[in-house]
């Protein structure tokens, strides 16, 4: 990564520039200057933002439409504006004060923020309901204002910065006859080349709006000649990666399941053709939200592209009364100059230091032992102790209950909604159990699915009206169970307030936050009919509301998603869940394509993995317990097993493991990420490496597939080191240069059966 270019001129600490909006104090381009991200070039109108390695450029045209120049490598502060073209398109219209010049169309010039209805006929960002009946949007530059620190979003996820860390640009549009006024925010984060986007929609008129349509990011290429890499799959085996060219029409990706899913993830790139993980131009966009989305992009048949990313319009309806507005969710954006291992790294950077809340962030996280595959449902206190005491013996320090500790839930079509500790598997309590546990020398973590209920419950009974559900229409179940509807203040109050009493009333510094099934019946008792098109996003801001709340709360403990596995892994439940359960698939040969496929935008120490018992839960496979505790430390390592049914040679590598995670915790959760091989593809061996940000020190992780009758001789060929140091692997006598790892590798052992893996540490020698 080059070095970062010197920042002489800056914004003074609170120092907010604006320019030509209405009753705003106009500064001169003066302080303008002073500015590094963000330059205003006032004579040519253009708004340049600049990181580390890239340019984002956009400027304010003759008729006051917000153009997008440049989005790419680092180029500078000039005007980009020569690239763009107009010709005279027929069928693309021209607007009415572009007179006779029929070379203006909205249809070919590059939009900041497509609108709709005027002469754009490429996939709209916003989509009104105005009171006269039309759907009808031109948006027009009012001005802007620019600010130091990155700027804030009301309930809703957001990437956040110091002030002397990100930038904020603030463009505003109107359509004065509908009288609608957009403000675009803009957060440049120079170091990790991030920049982030976001939408507020204001009805400024006397009369109700109603938005079909509100995306976060549009982002126009003058150019289709690019690949789209979308992550998709299902339950079991999440963000698979799927590569495929860009075709005319529309390519698009989404979720209307209410939650992001496991069958696509709200992170997508657009990358040159020949794109790979060290060469060629590649764009990934995420999309902080974690219900209903869509990643859509369009060819035009001019050479060019869209990519718009937001809520996913199906049954979005969003009512604005008059001064009212919405916001949307945050979408992010990394461009790498030299392929997707760069790409990912300035995601994982960001994440790490501007999304995650990590109680932990600065001291190491316990490793755990989750008795979910361990028993099911079916344990008591006595049992959960002897898992515990058996894995403190091993070094663990984190005891996770799963399902089953509360109401009636000997199975999972009962006791949802009655949060209250099962005296008959518990009979001394909550503070009983966490007391004998913590005497174990270990911490104490919960599961909950605080957003379901069970016909079967005592809160279904009394309350079968807090279900989402049509009326007159018998909701479906998914895993036998309904979903509470969320967007109700009062309904989340009430479980919010049972959840404080159980957390309040023992030592809980973990808590599992799981969600088991997608959305349907979408209907809200609390809202009107013309209404109910707010629910699924309502849904989800009651979700991020009851999050804050408990981090509010209970600052010290640490919150694990889990949705199903992975069907909500997205940037918005990072921020209040900074790690996720990867996936309910706990296979590790399953789990390399799973963490290989995450990796391209969310950084290991999101990832939850465990190792578990063979033959796997899942899938029967049997794995050495070497290879399944090298896949499960890539993440956020834990176990998920009886440790008690394990051999003394089986304990001692476990003990061995988790002194080794322990050890190494800061290199594999905050060093940089290298992908080097892929899973999906059929080599011997998918490997992958962590490298500290000096480059000193590094670990590599590498598994075999099946084993293959007289394998050739294999070298691995490392990243990232520094060429001109020498490394000791695994305390070898010999000394390895960084160079010559690099160029021509190291040689790999001849493998002996199935699924073998190594780990290699590499230290240099000063
Ligand atoms: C699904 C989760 O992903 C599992 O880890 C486990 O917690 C079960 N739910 C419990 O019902």
Redesign the pocket.
Known sequence: MPDLRVCARRLTARQVVSGRLPGMTYNKAKLYKECLMIVYDEQNQTFTLHTCNTTYQMKVDHYQVLVHTYYGPYVGDNSLSHCLRCADRDFSPNPNEAGNDRTYSLDIIPQEYSTCGVGDFRLPSVEPELPDGSHTLDLRYLGYTLQKGKYTLPDLPAFYSAEEEAETLTLYLEDASAQIETALYFGVFEKSDLITRAVRIINRGKETVRLHRCASLCLDFLRADMDLITFNAHHLMERCPDRAPLRSGIQSVGSVRGISSHQHNPFVILCDQNADEYHGLCYGAMLLYSGNFEAAVECSPFESSRLVMGIHPYHFCWSLRPGESFTTPEAALVCSPDGFTQMSQQFHRAIRDHLLRDPYSHRRKPVLINN?EATYFDFTAEKLVDIANEASALGIELFVM??GWFGVRDD?SSGLGDWQVNKTKLPDGLEGLVSRINSLGMSFGI?VEPEMVNENSALYREHPDWILHVPGRAPARGRGQFVLDFSRKDVRDHIYGQLKTIFSSAPVTYV?W?M?RSLTDVWSDALPPQRQGEVYHRYVLGVYDILERLRTDYPHMLIEG?C??GGRFDGGMLYYTPQI?CS?DSDAIDRLKIQYGTSFCYPPCTMGAHVSAVPNEQNGRITPLETRGIVAMSGAFGYEMDPGKCSPEEKEIIRRQVAWYQTHYELICRGDYYRLGDPFANNLFTAWEHVSEDKRQAVVSLVTGSVRPSPPYSRLCLKGLDPSLQYRINGSETLYSGGALMQAGYPLPAFSGDYQAIQLYLEAQS
């Open positions: 979910w799963d399902d999972d599961w599992k799981d088991n889990c199903g596995g359960w309910d």
